[in-house]
């Protein structure tokens, strides 16, 4: 059965939603643990995004926000390719901060790249949640029963890039909310502060 959030229609079969996905990581944070991201391509950047708006800054003035993009570090990355292979690039770096406290989310247009898969197998194996967020295609999660399966109702690559970005941005607004009390529902999304 489908279910209809914010104008969004998210597909069911082992799948969550928005609001499950969003309780997720606001447990995590509120467990001491923080977000490893990852991706490739342009899904690198929405991960990289991600990462800068809680680390740096996304609308309000508060502390600065734990989160690890593994596709930030080009010295690691190619170290990782070279001496494993792409396939393990963010495998390693998952099994290097593994931590049951914490969770993976997993940006991927298609849920095949074979470097996601590998990411999640190992943070499964660590017992640390891992997300894959993806599109209306089918994904190859065969080879993983326990990760959240987030998918957009689009096929397309840039309609579900767009609507990944939205979700960033409901990431970054609600953990804003757990950890700071801060509602923008209530005091809107008019940039606060200066420089940008």
Do not use: W
Request: with cysteine.
């Amino acid at each position: 059965m489908d279910e209809q959030i914010d104008g969004r229609t998210e597909f069911k079969n082992r799948n969550t939603t928005r609001s499950e996905l969003l309780s997720q990581i606001r447990q995590v944070y509120s467990d001491g643990g923080y977000i490893l991201t990852c991706g490739n391509g342009g899904s690198a950047t929405q991960a990289n995004h991600l990462a800068q708006e809680l680390i740096g800054r996304y609308n309000i003035e508060r502390p600065p926000i734990k989160c690890l993009s593994l596709c930030s570090d080009p010295s690691i990355m190619s170290c990782i390719s070279n001496d494993f292979g792409f396939g393990e690039v963010f495998a390693r770096q998952a099994q290097a901060f593994a931590d049951p406290k914490n969770i993976l989310l997993c940006f991927t247009t298609s849920g095949c790249s074979q470097n996601i898969i590998r990411a999640i197998e190992v943070a499964e194996s660590a017992s640390m949640r891992a997300a894959l967020i993806t599109g209306k295609r089918k994904a190859s999660t065969s080879s993983y029963s326990e990760a959240i399966i987030y998918r957009v109702a689009e096929t397309c690559t840039r309609k579900i890039q767009e609507e990944h970005l939205v979700l960033i941005h409901d990431i970054v607004e609600d953990i804003e909310k757990c950890l700071f009390g801060f509602d923008y529902q209530k005091n809107g999304r008019g940039y606060t502060g200066e420089g940008r």
